[in-house]
Structures are given as structure tokens and as C-alpha cells.
């Protein structure tokens, strides 16, 4: 019989051509055929035969016999699910069925029987996938097509892998098509996917394709209804990879997929997962239900410590458990690490400056009020949270300084005794009673500092501060901005109505001074991150469009909307309402502020959009002659107020810029008289006179802050960042290049990657000096903690370099405190636990500082160096301490290896690398994690960072003993 089938194909294709086919068709066809009849002859014997089946048993269901019809079907159906094959080859049933697939579809049409259909649709679902658009618009999606005019139940999980693999994509094809043409629920085949993707989903999350899973029920926006396929088999590995997608999600399903996998972890009883992404979702009563869900004191403790990183006002009845979460221990723990490290002996500036090593004519035995005030910031940064210290602790250091330096000083007391409140407070107390308003505005200050992060039930931090509050005027004006810095510094995140019912009234009333009003509406916004309080962000808007529009330009007002835009750290598009009022201010401070708000509002987002709008904001407007709009000639008035680019662009700017520069002499006057109006209206502005930023026109720097802010939030969005910070380097203006290196810094806090401090340190020999001035901070910034010895030579080179520049040489010193910071034992990154969680109050310190830098010699490098120390509330322990039940440090081995990012990975992978084992406490570095070397202790936290509490294992056998 097969020859005689053999023959019958051969003499159907050497039959004639039509006549009205073209030549070039014919040649077509022929080598088609040929190809065709080649491939016929490779052919095993057999593969032959099963095709010659397939056909026969289709040549069946073309017959009149009815009877032949389900018993074929069911044949064909078990050909192709028996059928095997290599990743790289089709299964033959489909291969030779194919060519019969518009001949199966034209039967599907014509029978009436719905078993039958039924049956038929099941077989043309599967061959559809060999089919495609391409095959043409008839073809497109026939495998969903014909499932969907199927059986939807759990029998399709039969035909395996592959094809609901195809299926899956076919279903998100058409529900998204659905929604872009705006298909009606009753129109549209929606619920249908639903069901049967619901089919789907179980079989992918048992077959380790938990990625796929997930991806499927993200198109058709069902993700919620996960929870219910998961089992204590896959939780894990489901949860990693949709926690591993959020910030490459756009909203609403960013939040969607922390709330599902919230559930799941909740629902598995892993309580520290549940609680991370508690915090990332900033919502009390997830916290709350967390806390719930055990009654083991033990494991709320560890809960408690995972909160106290964060700086959390969360409350809770039990003391013991509270006292974590304020951080009551906190000292206690850090003194027993750098016990243990043996870290212990005071470091002197001396110490990291190594002048000794520099060559004599570089070096300089000259003493000034400025770089002793340096030396000492340095010190207090070196000893932070020491409590012992070689410099000021001599009185008359304090006094080998000048003006608001004394205070600054007086406060670096207070870092050292960081988190220390009876200590701190105690050595404090006697410069409280000094004549000198500057000494008694340092020890104001240095007490809130001592008591940054740390919460017990009398908050001693208020009721000593409070005295030096009032707004009748009757305190000296800078002993009451120490107290409303140091309440800021040390409620920061406490959310602390005290403080709220102190510092408001100051905010809102109109006789008050601007700086104190503004110094206010900062620390409110401290104290109350990321809550959207109403009575602060009515009581700021309200005093903004109260104030005079001469105010408005004030260097001061920056920090009342900065206050504003704290208030909605991380808080989404909950910040529409504050932006609308915004627009009711009839001044161009206006566009500032929204940027301001904007980037606090999507800070740590990773958010695409944002980043775009943001880059659009920082691109040059070309000037146009012709045009008489307002808008472009603002834009002009900014472009030509910021002066030729610096460094090797300035002559082709300048020349670029010339002709546009002849026609518009009269509005380069009116803006320099403007600004210089604004400079007599400060006090100690002559120092920086030509640098200053007016507020209204500084919209383009918070935009570059801003690209750091939001892209420090997705790995790739941070490399990106990295790359337009280079670009805007090259061609922005003297505000945008100013700031580039601050964002470096930000997007870079305490992880010292070679490529951005070698970035920094060329930026740091720019011809503009304020842009040196930005880079050298950062370079401190990007090295805080770490004790990068290439970071700490490149500094001491720095100040060689900068040996007669008063102000560089300031800055220089400030960054090498802040790479020794600690001795090497603290961090300013703001992300912790395994870099899942952003801490809000961390971000909000280095961006405070980061604002204030905008404009260096107005604040840092004038009379206002105190604002540093804003810094403090970041500022954290990179450590691991291990604990025992009883809250007592106790000595494990761990290791401590590189992170490795182990998302979709089939088994059971290694979750560090290149690991060397110690015995704890331990130091990790940015990007390190640690795991317990043995089953001996159980951890009651998922990652080893911070406080970590352990339990004996009762399973544990020692194999040595």
C-alpha cells in the first residue's frame, strides 16, 4: 500500500501548472517540490509509517463514517501526547500533521456534534503551535483559539510543558489585546483566560517554572489569586522572584506583588521576610498583624530589631520587645564589636591625615579657626559612638575656633558619644551653662545628636531642648536653631507629637525669623518622614504662600520645601493633592518645589517615567530669536544668568552662545541686580556672592538629585544613572555640573566602586571650584565607613593640592573623616537586611546634606557648617552581632562571602561566593552576606546583618564530639 501512496503523491506534484501562474512562481513550486520530495526519501521506515498513519487516521475523520470519527480523534490525541523529542526538534506527530491543519479546521466547521468539536478543538489547540502570525492573520493565536472552544479543565495539563508554555504567551497576547482596544467584560473573552489560566498556573509552580507562574498571572492581573497555589515547597523560591521584580514593575502591581508576597510569607509563618516587605509597604497594620501572629517573645524581639533599623515609632505593650525597637541596646552592642575588634584607642586627626607622609614643601604647620573647626568634625566622625575622644575634650580646642565653628565643636561631643544618652548627655551638661551663646548652642545641639535613633520612655532629648524653643523671640537665634536641629537629629522618623506641637507653631507664624521658620519646617520633615502628615504640609504650604516673593528667593526657603517633600518619601502618587496647591503659589519657586516633592515622592522607586521627565528637565532649550513666548525667554534669562560652561567646553559655549548674548545684555542686568538684591538681604553673603543659586532657578539641580534618588532603587536604573551623570557632566550647565557629583555620592553612599571615586576624584581638579567642592564631599560620601585605602591616598593628594585653598582644604578634611568613619565600623548606605528595605530617615539625612551642598559656600563653607550633622541619623553599624536567648552577645562562625543573586535558579544554589569564615561580631561590607557555618544555632532572622538572635538546635549531633 505505501508504494502505491508513494506513486499517487508523486504524480499529483508532477501534475501541470495552471496556466495563470507567472514563471518565476513555477520555478518556485518546482524546487519546493523537489525539496519536498527530498525530504520524503530521508525518511525512515519508520517515520514513514507514522505518517502514512496520521494520515490515514485524518482521512478518516474526512469520511461520511461517523463511527470513525471519536475513536480516530482519540488515536491522533495519543500519537502526539506519546510523541518525544529533543529541545531542537518539532515531535513528529506535529511535524507531519502540519500540512493537514486547514483541513482539520475546515472539518471543525462543518460538524455539529459538540463532543466531536469538543474533541477536534483539542487536537487543532495543539497543532496550532505550529502555526504563527507569520503563516498569516488567519493563523494568529489558534492554539488559545481552539482551546478556549475546548474543555478548560485539568486535563490540558496532559499535553505538556511546551504547550502550556505556548499557551500562557498566547493568553497574555490576547488580554492585553483585549485592553488596549478597551474590550468591554461582556464582550471580551477575559474571564475565560482567567479560568484558564487558573489551569495553568498549579502545573508550572509544581514543575519549577514558578517564574512563568508568575509572569502569566501578571498579565492577566490576577496576581493576588496566587497565594492559594502556593505550599511550603515553593513559597520560597515564588517570593524571591516576585520580591526580585518589584522595581522593575510599574504601579499599581509593584505594590500588588509585595502585598501577595507579604501574604505568602505571612501564611508560611516566615515572620522577618513578612516584616521586610511590611516596611517597604509602609503600612502599620501589616507591622501590626506580623506581631500578631506569634506569641514567641523571642522572635517579636528579632522583629523588634529588624525595626529599629529602620529608626521605627512603631509601639508595642511588651517593654522588653520595645526597647529593640528603640534601640535601647544599641550602644551596648557597638562598644562590645570594636571591643572585640580591638578598636578601642581614640584616633587623633593626625592619624588620618598622615601628613608625615607627604613631602615638606606641601605640608603646612599653619593653624586657622577654619581647619581646626575641620579637625574637628573629623575627630568626631573617627570616634563616633566611641565615647572617648584626644581633641575637644581640652576646653580650649573649642575656643581655637571662631563663631558658629565653636558650635559645631562643642556639638561633635555629642557624635562621639552617638547613641549614648546618659554618657552623652552628662559630658554635655557642663558647656549647657557657658556665657557664650556659641558654646551653649553646640551643647543644645550635640544632645539631640547623642540621642539620635535611640527612644526610651522619658526621651530626656525633649525635655532639655524644649526650654530653648519659643516664639517670642527671647532666646538667642542661634541657640535656638541648635535646639530645632538637634530635635530633628534625634526624633528623626519617631513621628513625635511632642516635637509636632513645638516645632509647628514655629512654621506658621509670620513673626517669626525665616532661617528659624525654614530650620522648623526641616525638622518636622525629619521627624515625620514619609507620613503625608496633613497639619505639616497644610502649615508649610500656608507659609509659603503667606511669605513675601522677596522671601521666596531666600537661600533659606530650600529647606522648608525640602521639609515638605520628606513628608512624602517613598509615598507614590499620594503626593497629587500637594502638588495641586503647590500651583497656587503665583511664583517660580513653584516648579522647584514639585520637583523637590516629585523626587522625595518616588525616591527608591526605580520609576522609568520619573527618571525620564527628570532627564528632560536637565536638557539645555535652544534659544530661539524669533520667539516671543514667556516661557522661552525664562528659560533664556537661566541659561545666560549660569554663565559659559567651565573647563575645556567654555570657549565653544561661549562662542555658541555669543550672538544670543549681544541681544539680551538687559536681562543678564536685571537678574544679576535680582540676585544681587538677594545677597544684601543675608547675612554673611559676601563670600558668596557669585555662586548662590536663586531658589526659583534651582529646579534643574533637585532633578539631578532626583535621578540618583529614584534609580538607587534597581541595579540596572543605578548603572544607567551612572552613565547620563557623565553625559550631564559634559554638557549641562554650571548648577547641573555642581550637582552631578553630589548625585554620584547619593546613588554611591558607602560603596566605594573604584569607577565612581576615580570619577569623582577627576571632578574634584575641575576649573569650577564648586564643582570640586561637590566631588570631594562625595568622595567622602562614596568612602563613608569603609577605610578604602586608594580613597583615604587620593584625599591626601587632594590636600596637598589644595594646600591654599581654605575652603577645598575644608572639604577635603570632611571627607577624610567620613572614610574613617567609625575606625572603619559605620555606614551612610541607606538600604539594609540584605538590601531589601530602603530606610527612609537614612535617605532623608544624606539628601538633607546633599541639598544644602547645592550651594556650598552659602552654608557648609559659611556659617552654617553645623547642618553636617544631619548626616547623623543615617548613620548606622555595619555589623553582625549574635545574640542568645537572652539577649547576650555569644561568638559563632559564620561565613562571609560575596552575595550572589540565586532568582530563578533550579536546586538549591550557594547564596555567596569566594567566603572566608570568621568568628562574630563581624564587619560586612557593602554587598556581603553571611551565613551560619553549621546547623548548631538556629537564626531567628533571614539575613545575618545587625542584631541577630539564635536558639540551639535541638536536631544538632556534633559529627567531631
Known amino acids: 500500500m505505501a508504494p502505491a501512496k508513494e506513486n499517487d503523491t508523486t504524480s499529483a506534484k508532477g501534475a501541470p501548472k495552471p496556466p495563470l501562474a507567472s514563471t518565476s512562481s513555477s520555478k518556485d513550486l518546482k524546487q519546493k517540490d523537489k525539496k519536498d520530495q527530498k525530504q520524503e526519501e530521508e525518511l525512515s521506515e519508520e517515520d514513514a509509517n507514522l505518517k502514512l498513519e496520521l494520515e490515514m487516521l485524518v482521512e478518516r475523520l474526512v469520511e461520511p463514517k461517523k463511527e470513525l470519527y471519536k475513536p480516530s480523534l482519540e488515536h491522533l490525541k495519543r500519537f502526539i501526547r506519546e510523541s518525544t523529542s529533543s529541545m531542537t526538534a518539532v515531535p513528529k506527530p506535529l511535524k507531519f500533521l502540519n500540512p493537514l491543519f486547514p483541513t482539520l479546521v475546515e472539518l471543525y466547521s462543518k460538524w455539529s456534534d459538540p463532543e466531536l468539536k469538543s474533541l477536534l478543538a483539542d487536537v487543532l489547540s495543539v497543532l496550532g503551535m505550529t502555526y504563527s502570525k507569520e503563516d498569516g492573520e488567519e493563523y494568529d493565536r489558534q492554539s488559545l483559539k481552539y482551546r478556549l472552544l475546548s474543555n478548560i479543565d485539568e486535563s490540558i495539563c496532559d499535553w505538556g510543558h511546551e504547550y502550556l508554555r505556548h499557551l500562557a504567551l498566547e493568553i497574555g497576547d490576547e488580554y492585553s489585546e483585549n485592553l488596549e482596544n478597551s474590550v468591554s467584560k461582556e464582550e471580551s473573552n477575559n474571564l475565560l483566560l482567567v479560568k484558564l489560566s487558573l489551569q495553568i498556573v498549579p502545573y508550572f509552580l509544581k514543575h519549577n517554572a514558578e517564574s512563568e507562574a508568575i509572569d502569566l498571572l501578571l498579565e492577566i492581573e490576577e496576581i493576588e489569586k496566587l497565594p492559594q497555589y502556593v505550599d511550603k515547597d515553593t513559597y520560597s523560591r515564588v517570593c524571591l522572584y516576585m520580591v526580585s521584580c518589584v522595581p522593575l514593575l510599574a504601579p499599581p502591581d509593584d505594590l500588588a506583588f509585595l502585598n501577595t508576597a507579604f501574604s505568602i510569607y505571612l501564611a508560611n509563618d516566615k515572620l522577618p521576610q513578612a516584616l521586610a516587605l511590611a516596611v517597604r509597604l509602609d503600612d502599620d497594620t501589616l507591622i501590626q498583624s506580623v506581631f500578631d501572629a506569634t506569641s514567641d517573645e523571642l522572635v517579636q524581639k528579632q522583629l523588634g530589631f529588624i525595626l529599629a533599623r529602620q529608626n521605627s515609632c512603631f509601639k508595642v505593650e511588651n517593654d522588653a520587645v520595645q526597647e529593640c525597637i528603640s534601640n535601647v541596646k544599641l550602644h551596648q552592642y557597638f562598644k562590645y564589636l570594636v571591643s572585640e575588634l580591638n578598636l578601642l584607642q581614640p584616633k587623633v586627626p593626625e592619624d588620618i591625615y598622615k601628613t608625615h607622609l607627604e613631602l615638606s614643601e606641601y605640608s603646612s604647620n599653619l593653624e586657622s579657626s577654619k581647619q581646626n573647626l ?201 503626593v497629587e493633592d500637594a502638588l495641586e496647591t503647590i500651583d497656587a503659589i503665583e511664583h517660580p519657586i513653584a516648579k522647584t518645589l514639585k520637583v523637590l516633592v516629585n523626587i522625595c515622592s518616588y525616591s527608591g522607586t526605580g520609576n522609568v517615567l520619573q527618571i525620564q521627565s527628570l532627564l528632560q528637565m536637565c536638557t539645555p532649550k535652544p534659544d530661539d530669536k524669533e520667539s516671543t513666548d514667556k516661557d522661552e525667554d525664562e528659560d533664556e534669562d537661566e541659561e545666560e544668568e549660569s554663565g559659559p560652561v567651565p573647563g575645556s567646553l567654555a570657549a565653544a559655549a561661549a562662542a555658541a552662545v555669543a550672538e544670543t548674548e549681544t541681544n539680551s545684555d538687559v536681562k543678564i542686568e536685571d537678574a544679576a541686580a535680582a540676585a544681587t538684591e538677594e545677597k544684601k538681604s543675608d547675612d554673611n553673603e559676601s563670600a558668596s556672592e557669585n555662586s548662590s543659586t536663586p531658589e526659583d532657578e534651582s529646579y534643574q539641580g533637585y532633578a539631578v538629585l532626583g535621578l540618583a534618588l529614584i534609580a538607587m532603587g534597581e541595579e540596572i536604573g543605578q548603572e544607567m544613572a551612572l552613565r547620563h551623570f557623565g553625559h550631564l557632566m559634559h554638557y549641562g550647565s554650571p548648577l547641573i555640573r555642581r550637582v552631578v557629583p553630589l548625585a554620584l555620592g547619593l546613588v554611591s553612599a558607602s560603596n566605594a566602586e573604584m569607577k565612581v571615586f576615580d570619577t569623582l576624584s577627576r571632578y574634584s581638579h575641575d576649573n569650577d571650584l564648586e564643582v570640586a567642592y561637590t566631588a570631594i564631599f562625595s568622595m567622602g560620601l562614596v568612602g563613608a565607613g569603609t577605610n578604602n585605602a586608594r580613597l583615604a591616598q587620593l584625599l591626601r593628594q587632594l590636600a596637598s593640592y589644595y594646600l591654599n585653598d581654605q575652603n577645598a582644604l575644608f572639604m577635603v578634611k570632611i571627607a577624610q573623616g567620613l572614610v574613617h568613619m567609625g575606625k572603619g565600623t559605620l555606614t551612610l548606605n541607606p538600604f539594609n537586611t540584605d538590601r531589601k528595605i530602603l530606610s527612609k530617615v537614612s535617605l532623608a539625612s544624606i539628601l538633607t546634606v546633599a541639598v544644602t551642598l547645592i550651594d556650598p559656600t552659602s552654608f557648609i563653607l559659611d556659617q552654617h557648617s553645623s547642618l553636617l550633622y544631619y548626616l547623623v541619623p543615617g548613620i548606622k553599624p555595619r555589623m553582625l552581632v549574635t545574640v542568645d536567648e537572652d539577649l547576650q552577645p555569644i561568638k559563632v562562625n559564620v561565613r562571609v562571602g560575596q552575595a550572589v543573586d540565586v532568582v530563578g535558579q533550579a536546586g538549591k544554589p550557594k547564596t555567596i561566593t569566594g567566603w572566608v569564615t570568621h568568628s562574630t561580631p563581624v564587619l560586612l561590607s557593602h554587598g556581603e552576606r553571611a551565613e551560619l557555618e553549621t546547623d548548631e544555632y538556629i537564626s531567628l532572622a533571614d539575613s545575618l546583618e545587625g542584631v541577630v538572635i539564635l536558639k540551639k538546635n535541638p536536631d544538632f549531633v556534633d559529627i567531631d564530639a
Not at 561633635?412 to 546618659?422: E, P, T
Not at 519617631?494 to 525638622?523: D, F, G, I, K
Request: aromatic share 8%; charged share 20%; hydrophobic share 40%.
Open 374 to 574: 575641620a579637625s574637628s568634625f573629623v575627630n568626631a566622625f573617627a570616634n563616633a559612638g566611641y565615647g572617648s575622644e584626644k581633641l575637644v575634650g581640652d576646653e580650649k580646642w573649642i575656643y581655637k575656633t571662631k563663631g558658629e565653628g565653636i558650635t559645631s565643636t562643642t556639638a561633635s561631643l555629642g557624635l562621639v558619644h552617638l547613641w549614648d544618652i546618659n554618657e552623652g548627655l552628662q559630658i554635655l551638661d557642663k558647656y549647657i551653662y557657658s556665657e557664650q551663646p556659641e558654646v551653649k548652642a553646640g551643647a543644645v545641639l550635640g544632645m539631640g545628636i547623642s540621642t539620635s535613633s535611640v527612644h526610651d520612655e522619658i526621651d530626656p532629648a525633649i525635655l532639655l531642648l524644649q526650654d530653648y524653643i519659643n516664639t517670642e523671640g527671647k532666646t538667642d537665634i542661634r541657640t535656638m536653631t541648635s535646639a530645632i536641629t538637634g530635635l530633628g537629629i534625634a526624633f528623626a522618623g519617631s513621628e513625635n507629637e511632642e516635637v509636632l506641637n513645638l516645632l509647628l507653631p514655629l512654621v506658621s507664624e509670620p513673626s517669626v525669623a525665616l532661617e528659624v521658620s525654614c530650620l522648623a519646617a526641616l525638622a518636622l520633615g525629619h521627624v515625620y518622614v514619609g507620613t503625608c502628615n496633613g497639619e505639616i504640609t497644610s502649615a508649610i504650604l500656608q507659609s509659603l504662600l503667606e511669605k513675601e516673593y522677596q522671601d521666596l528667593t531666600s537661600k533659606w526657603i530650600r529647606f522648608m520645601s525640602l521639609g515638605l517633600g520628606l513628608l512624602y518619601m517613598g509615598k507614590y502618587d499620594q
